[in-house]
């Protein structure tokens, strides 16, 4: 058999919709669709290559898994990350894995409000006492699979961020020159997040709770994300001799 008709009978073993979605990570990790930019309609896809729209779904959907784009109602599909996600990660090492983070999920239906952090709340949170905070609360799933929760996550973003990223949940991707404290303790799920995550009102969770400072020291942006304790584990790997980054204290 020659290789163009090996070739052939290869890409008839392939369902189409594999091959369309193949092809679509192809472009994007190659550049030729940028983080940010938006992909062709489904409409547009099925023309193009002469599919289904229910084949160009299942394409698009494999993308989704993946991490590399979301679809948004009055958007259309964006692309998020230029190579497929890793599987999330409740514990960051590295401003790139916060990003890869909120690649890989996304707030199902959050709610928002406004605080002004008086004494008891600025005690609790940290938060400077007196100060104004917008607040996106909601369930986290992974993109694509709004099947599978992560965790319960709640964001407290100063005031002055435009109004859209909170209404849509969007949260902020960290810069690089930012710095980042982030805390690991142990908690319980309220009712709210304990019937989101599928679980009994009080069980154990697994809080993360990060702090992203300006490079002038100001608090800009808390996360707290609590998650199933049966369902998360922290495990680190200790090195002869080495001095340890963090150290854990009693509260």
């Known amino acids: 058999m020659s290789s163009r008709a090996s070739q052939a009978a290869k ?25 940010g930019e938006r992909l062709p309609t489904e409409a547009e896809l099925c023309a193009e290559h002469g599919l289904a729209r229910g084949t160009v779904r ?41 990003r890869a983070t909120f690649a890989a999920t996304r707030l199902v239906r959050p709610s928002t409000s406004e605080l002004l952090a ?19 609360t909601g369930l986290r799933v992974q993109r694509g699979r709004p099947a599978h929760p992560v965790c319960w996550s709640d964001h407290y973003l100063r005031s002055e961020y435009p109004v859209e990223v909170i209404q ?25 997040m304990a019937e989101a995550l599928e679980t009994a009102p009080g069980s154990p969770a697994l809080l993360v709770t990060r702090r992203v400072f300006e490079p002038g020291g100001s608090l800009i942006h808390l996360e707290t994300h609590s998650h199933r304790a049966d369902q998360f584990e922290v495990t680190t790997v200790v090195q002869p001799g080495k001095t340890p980054a963090g150290r854990a204290r009693k509260r």
């Open 168 to 192: 849509q949940g969007e949260i902020p991707v960290v810069p690089d020159k930012f710095r980042v404290e982030q805390t690991i303790s142990a908690s319980t799920l309220s009712r709210e």
């Open 11 to 35: 890409n008839t073993s392939v369902p189409k919709h594999q091959s369309l979605a193949e092809e679509l990570v192809a472009k994007i990790t190659g550049g030729e669709h940028s983080v």
């Open 58 to 98: 299942q394409a698009l959907r494999q993308l989704e898994e993946l991490g590399m784009i979301a679809r948004r109602p009055a958007v259309g599909t964006i692309v998020i990350a230029p190579h497929p996600t890793e599987p999330y990660r409740p514990i960051v090492q590295t401003t790139d894995e916060i």
């Open 118 to 136: 008086d004494a008891r709340t600025a005690r609790i949170l940290g938060l400077p006492r007196g100060s104004r905070w917008s607040v996106v």
